[in-house]
């Protein structure tokens, strides 16, 4: 009799579950971790870009703690501080500051470090939940949720329980405090030239929730939409449109479209809108449309420094170089003195980069200085240049359906 019930607790109630329902059951139970990250703990509580219903959002907290054992206000806190100091010595988990390695393989122990600092919680964690079952459960308790998560899967599935959720332990740890924050940070493809070095991992957000359009989230981080070309899928903004059907949800913000107006003889105030809102846009459009065709031009003409520098050095043109070391940052430098044309068009993004950060200037002031920019550019004598600038007066942020 003894054996029997060690036996059945060994296999659990579905003793006689095959791989598929193992698979299944991870794969639903992890997906619900990664909602409960990105849809409330990310776009929701950190930058108010969706409102849920008290009840899924409690879901989603309650989730979240049960297989995390992450508090509402500690995630919420580190994601904000990472944003306002992105690649400084500030930065909790900036593979720039701390190398890749480290950051992806042992992110999380930068978050426990960073969660420890009071400091940081008192500053960047307000407006998070405080109430009682917060105070006395979620934040007082945090190992209590996977320590019950672990008696549901060996109750449901016995050993092999065990086995998945030690998985389920690793899950967000190894996506989000390595992948999202490391790689993220360090390999893929950029839409927008945001300062920083995000990336977005991969086009299509089904894995980790969306969170693979990283580069797009830090160029509009209070957007509930994280796909914004095209070509781009976040499954993440998927499940909120259907919550919105459901009226369990209310989107407050998504990244505003940016429209062009043909024939515009002066930038306005629709320009200035335009260009403090879509900053990044702006200097990933220059990049393309100005200093990658003076490249092709100056390597079609016997350019051999042109033509010999390395894509690194080459992309980094859309930036100045900012996040090259000194020796790649002095060889780009140096190349750029020997080709004039190429010289001024980067001097010329210099100055356009500084106009459109908001530095407290008044609008007029940047509307007299950003009128003074596109008018040396169309005097330039360079063609895409002046394109650009013309095309630059025409912006405006597109209109609300």
Not at 34 to 48: D, K, W
Not at 154 to 163: P, Q, S, W
Request: aromatic share 10%; charged share 20%; net charge positive.
């Amino acid at each position: 009799m003894l054996d029997t019930v060690l036996d059945f607790a060994a296999r659990g109630l579905f003793s006689q579950a095959s791989w598929g329902t193992w698979i299944t059951y991870f794969v639903v139970v992890t997906q619900l971790t990664i909602f409960s990250v990105t849809l409330y703990l990310h776009r929701s509580q950190t930058h108010r870009g969706v409102d849920f219903h008290p009840l899924l959002a409690h879901f989603f907290r309650f989730w979240a703690w049960l297989t995390t054992a992450m508090v509402t206000k500690q995630w919420v806190a580190i994601h904000r501080k990472h944003h306002a100091q992105t690649e400084t010595a500030e930065d909790p988990h900036s593979p720039v500051v701390h190398g890749i390695g480290k950051v992806l393989l042992e992110g999380v122990d930068l978050y426990r470090v960073a969660c420890r600092d009071a400091s940081i919680m008192d500053k960047y964690g307000m407006g998070t939940p405080n109430d009682w079952i917060e105070r006395a459960v979620y934040a007082r308790a945090p190992s209590m949720g996977p320590t019950l998560m672990l008696l549901v899967n060996f109750a449901l599935f016995g050993a092999v329980g065990v086995a998945i959720w030690a998985l389920q332990m690793i899950w967000i740890p190894f996506w989000a405090a390595g992948v999202v924050n490391g790689l993220g940070h360090w390999w893929g493809y950029r839409n927008f030239e945001s300062a920083d070095t995000s990336t977005n991992l991969s086009p299509w957000g089904l894995i980790i929730g969306g969170e693979e359009l990283h580069n797009n989230h830090h160029a509009f981080p209070s957007s509930a939409k994280f796909a914004l070309r095209k070509f781009e899928f976040d499954i993440g903004w998927a499940a909120i449109r259907l919550f919105e059907t459901l009226r369990l949800a209310k989107v407050l913000r998504v990244a505003p479209a940016l429209d062009l107006r043909a024939n515009v003889p002066l930038p306005d105030g629709e320009t200035i809108k335009a260009l403090l809102s879509h900053r990044f846009h702006v200097m990933s459009d220059y990049f393309s449309g100005v200093i990658v065709p003076i490249l092709r031009e100056e390597a079609a003409h016997a350019g051999a420094s042109i033509k010999s520098m390395p894509r690194k050095l080459r992309k980094a043109l859309a930036n100045g170089g900012r996040w090259l070391d000194s020796h790649s940052r002095e060889r780009l430098e140096a190349v750029v003195r020997e080709r004039p044309l190429l010289a001024t068009v980067c001097e010329f993004r210099a100055r356009l980069a500084a106009l459109t950060e908001r530095n407290g200037r008044n609008a007029e002031a940047m509307l007299e200085s950003v009128k003074q920019w596109c008018h040396e550019a169309e005097s330039s004598g360079i063609r895409v240049l002046a394109d650009f600038a013309a095309r630059l007066k025409g912006y405006r942020i597109a209109a609300e359906h």
